[in-house]
């Protein structure tokens, strides 16, 4: 049993295209779905997209996927950027994928050829907004993994793959689909019986540019974004 981790869509159309194609090629027998699907500028072309695979694909939540689903704005605290954003997404979403997003599981726990059981989270196994970094300290890690029976976790949020050892877990961070960092393509992660942390490179420039003439908020951002991925430090 092969499985693909796509994790952090982020309303990325073009990237969530390209690397659906490629896990058609891989031949995997499930798709686990990280989160974080229509937070950014193209939210309802992904989710229609994502729609037609609702009952084959394995879907967790991420945190962006509660903050559009039920709104949230300065009221929490949130910057004018992220509840501008917020909003203007779940403007553009049917209730039905509201309704859907809504529902999401925090996780879900596969067993894969060759690696056995595998626990799939957005952040970390305790909270979908906290972060597991490529250098996050390992006694910043054993407090949010110590009570995971699964020996590997799979997470994702931080938008920078890695593939790392904390203890006795083995930890993968899938990347991001739609807003990777330190990467020139689409961030994902096939398993079994080996990981493989993948980059499928797809027509950024054609991507921003649609985006350039598009009336998503913070357009700019966006298209900026796919054509130069920061490469801040992690
Ligand atoms: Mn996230």
Not at 31 to 59: N, T
Not at 113 to 136: C, K, Q, W, Y
Not at 158 to 168: E, K, L, P, W
Request: aromatic residues 8%; glycine residues 6%; charged residues 25%.
């Amino acid at each position: 049993m092969r499985v693909a981790a796509i994790y952090d869509i982020h309303a990325n159309y073009s990237a969530l295209k390209v690397v659906l194609e490629e896990v058609r090629k891989a031949n995997v027998v499930q798709v686990v779905v990280g989160g974080d699907l229509a937070w950014g500028p193209e939210p309802r072309q992904v989710m229609d997209l994502l729609m037609d695979y609702k009952d084959e694909f394995l879907f967790i939540k991420g945190n962006v996927d509660r903050e559009v689903a039920y709104r949230y704005g300065k009221e929490k605290g949130l910057g004018d950027f992220t509840a501008e954003l917020n909003h203007w997404c779940a403007d553009q979403l049917t209730e039905e994928q509201l309704k859907f997003l809504k529902s999401l599981p925090e996780k879900t726990i596969l067993s894969v050829d060759g690696l056995g059981e595998i626990l799939f989270v957005h952040g970390s196994p305790r909270s979908d907004e906290e972060a597991i970094r490529i250098n996050t300290p390992d006694n910043e890690i054993q407090p949010m993994i110590e009570s995971v029976p699964e020996s590997i976790i799979v997470c994702g949020h931080t938008h920078i793959q890695f593939d790392r050892t904390v203890g006795d877990k083995r930890i993968i961070n899938a990347g991001s689909v739609g807003l990777q960092s330190q990467a020139n393509g689409a961030c994902w992660a096939l398993s079994g019986p080996d990981v493989d942390l993948k980059v499928t490179t797809y027509n950024t420039k054609e991507a921003s540019e649609r985006i350039r003439n598009s009336n998503a908020p913070c357009k700019e951002d966006f298209a900026d974004h796919y054509l130069n991925p920061p490469y801040e430090s992690p």
